[in-house]
Antibody, heavy 120, light 107 residues
Framework: EVQLVQSGAEVKKPGESLKISCKAS????????IAWVRQMPGKGLEWMGI????????RYNPSFQGQVTISADKSISTAYLHWSSLKASDTAMYYC?????????????WGQGTLVTVSS | DTVLTQSPATLSLSPGERATLSCRAS??????LAWYQQKPGQAPRLLIY???NRATGIAARFSGSGSGTDFTLTISSLEPEDFAVYYC?????????FGPGTKVDIK
């Protein structure tokens, strides 16, 4: 069974750093890309970026370039989303999603989401 | 960026009725358009990819059509579990983009 299990909810202060994770199981991790998608409270979905775990080839949405870092560790089938300095506007639900290499950009399985709250 | 516009914003229908949702792209996305369903408190779920291909396990009442800039998601007969928000998403142009969503609610 394909599963993407994300790390738990976080409450942070502005300026703090944070790395959230997405652990994959039930399939060959290196055969699929992993994307990150933001959903701000009561709003729609925003694609942040995508990474190929086999070689760490990463593409960012320009709106998020420089604001976050996407990485992956294929030895433990886990992808990450990292902030070096959080802002209140980073408060949102963050989803990871799997994307088949042959139809890159189609997100066929999703994690359960990680709620990030940034507040002083 | 490719802007996706969805209409209507809200669709109020009764179970058993047919739902027709529209997604229009600001530039051609060929057939590289997907539809997702999201229920409150849940992650999105892939319904349709590349305009008309149903994802694994998706009921036959969901169908997609279109190409270029105009796309449609049709739910032939609404079941109670279909009341949700539906998003379209394109993968033809970087960055990938989502539409703002159409909420299908119970009339």
């Amino acid at each position: 069974e394909v599963q993407l299990v994300q790390s738990g909810a976080e409450v942070k202060k502005p300026g703090e750093s944070l790395k959230i994770s997405c652990k994959a199981s039930g399939y060959s991790f290196t055969n699929f890309w992993i994307a990150w998608v933001r959903q701000m409270p009561g709003k729609g979905l925003e694609w942040m970026g995508i990474i190929s775990p086999v070689d760490s080839d990463t593409r960012y949405n320009p709106s998020f370039q420089g604001q976050v870092t996407i990485s992956a560790d294929k030895s433990i089938s886990t992808a990450y989303l990292h902030w070096s300095s959080l802002k209140a506007s980073d408060t949102a639900m963050y989803y990871c999603a799997r994307s088949p290499s042959m139809i890159r950009g189609v997100f066929d399985y999703w994690g359960q989401g990680t709620l990030v709250t940034v507040s002083s | 960026d490719t802007v996706l516009t969805q209409s209507p914003a809200t669709l109020s229908l009764s179970p058993g009725e047919r739902a027709t949702l529209s997604c229009r792209a600001s530039q051609s996305v060929s057939s590289y358009l997907a539809w997702y369903q999201q229920k409150p408190g849940q992650a999105p779920r892939l319904l349709i990819y590349d305009a008309s291909n149903r994802a694994t396990g998706i009921a036959a009442r969901f169908s997609g059509s279109g190409s270029g800039t105009d796309f449609t998601l049709t739910i032939s007969s609404l079941e109670p579990e279909d009341f949700a928000v539906y998003y379209c998403q394109q993968r033809d142009n970087w960055p990938f983009t989502f539409g703002p969503g159409t909420k299908v609610d119970i009339k």
